[in-house]
């Protein structure tokens, strides 16, 4: 089982295929692993793998990954976690593909190495959009769950991480209007619909963000294959010649 050891952060990895690297961020909010993928529309894992050098992983404390949970910690410790993980795989540049909570965690990947991301595929970004208290109560959910596992992590600290991911003002909790402006990563969008994952979140990204491109129909059988073709299109734009 790929385990990738950072002091008391364990983190379950799987790499498929052979190319240009990628990056997957699984949806499922805290519990954000890479088996949901195989939930969703289409399964990127399998589309791509025959092309890129595929990289799945469970982020920490979701699925077999585990980390301690501390007050300090927010959306700057997952993003130092997956840049980590790309580092001990021996990665510079890299696609970056993630859905649900993905979304804020590519934008976090965009500003902390803007000139590793060579590209971002943003499927369903949630956003904040008069829905905070249904992220709290996914957060909550999660940290009930967890909390008998990390008896040394304070109420106080449970609270104290869950207002840094979720008590920020940004529209998409890692970046707001004017670091999505500053964003030239070239970016795909595909739309949102719902409670967590706002219409509107997904248009203000691809309106404000330089480089973006929307894609509006993609969920939906009958919309699968223009959307996948779409999705390799713009990776294959973007994926540096060597």
Same mark, same amino acid.
């Not at 890479?34 to 791509?48: A, G, K, S, V, Y």
């Not at 803007?114 to 109560?137: E, K, M, W």
């Given at each position: 089982?790929?385990?990738?050891?950072?002091?008391?952060?364990?983190?379950?990895?799987?790499?498929?295929?052979?190319?240009?690297?990628?990056?997957?961020?699984?949806?499922?909010?805290?519990?954000?692993?890479?088996?949901?993928?195989?939930?969703?529309?289409?399964?990127?894992?399998?589309?791509?793998?025959?092309?890129?050098?595929?990289?799945?992983?469970?982020?920490?404390?979701?699925?077999?990954?585990?980390?301690?949970?501390?007050?300090?910690?927010?959306?700057?410790?997952?993003?130092?976690?997956?840049?980590?993980?790309?580092?001990?795989?021996?990665?510079?540049?890299?696609?970056?593909?993630?859905?649900?909570?993905?979304?804020?965690?590519?934008?976090?990947?965009?500003?902390?190495?803007?000139?590793?991301?060579?590209?971002?595929?943003?499927?369903?970004?949630?956003? !904040?959009? +008069? *829905?905070?208290?249904?992220?709290?109560?996914?957060?909550?959910?999660?940290?009930? /769950? @967890? &909390? #008998?596992?990390?008896?040394?992590?304070?109420?106080?600290?449970?609270?104290?991480?869950?207002?840094?991911?979720?008590?920020?003002?940004?529209?998409?909790?890692?970046?707001?209007?004017?670091?999505?402006?500053?964003?030239?990563?070239?970016?795909?969008? !595909?739309? +949102? *619909?719902?409670?967590?994952?706002?219409?509107?979140?997904?248009?203000?990204?691809? /309106? @404000? &963000? #330089?480089?973006?491109?929307?894609?509006?129909?993609?969920?939906?059988?009958?919309?699968?294959?223009?959307?996948?073709?779409?999705?390799?299109?713009?990776?294959?734009?973007?994926?540096?010649?060597?």
């Amino acid at each position: 089982m790929p385990m990738f050891e950072s002091g008391d952060t364990k983190l379950y990895y799987e790499e498929h295929g052979s190319g240009f690297p990628i990056l997957l961020i699984a949806p499922g909010g805290m519990r954000s692993e890479m088996t949901f993928w195989e939930r969703t529309p289409w399964n990127p894992i399998t589309q791509l793998s025959d092309r890129y050098r595929v990289i799945a992983m469970d982020q920490r404390n979701a699925g077999r990954s585990s980390a301690p949970v501390r007050a300090g910690h927010g959306w700057q410790t997952y993003t130092a976690d997956q840049l980590a993980l790309l580092d001990h795989l021996g990665v510079d540049r890299f696609h970056v593909a993630g859905m649900c909570i993905g979304g804020s965690y590519i934008m976090a990947l965009a500003a902390a190495a803007p000139q590793r991301v060579a590209s971002g595929v943003v499927f369903q970004t949630i956003g !904040l959009d +008069g *829905n905070r208290q249904a992220f709290y109560d996914m957060f909550d959910s999660w940290a009930d /769950e @967890l &909390a #008998p596992e990390r008896p040394d992590t304070s109420p106080q600290a449970w609270a104290e991480f869950r207002e840094r991911m979720y008590g920020v003002d940004e529209f998409l909790f890692t970046a707001g209007d004017d670091e999505v402006r500053a964003c030239t990563t070239p970016l795909l969008v !595909l739309l +949102g *619909n719902d409670l967590y994952h706002p219409e509107a979140s997904s248009r203000r990204l691809a /309106e @404000l &963000a #330089p480089n973006a491109t929307l894609v509006e129909h993609w969920k939906e059988a009958p919309y699968h294959a223009a959307a996948m073709a779409e999705m390799e299109q713009f990776l294959a734009r973007h994926t540096p010649t060597a």
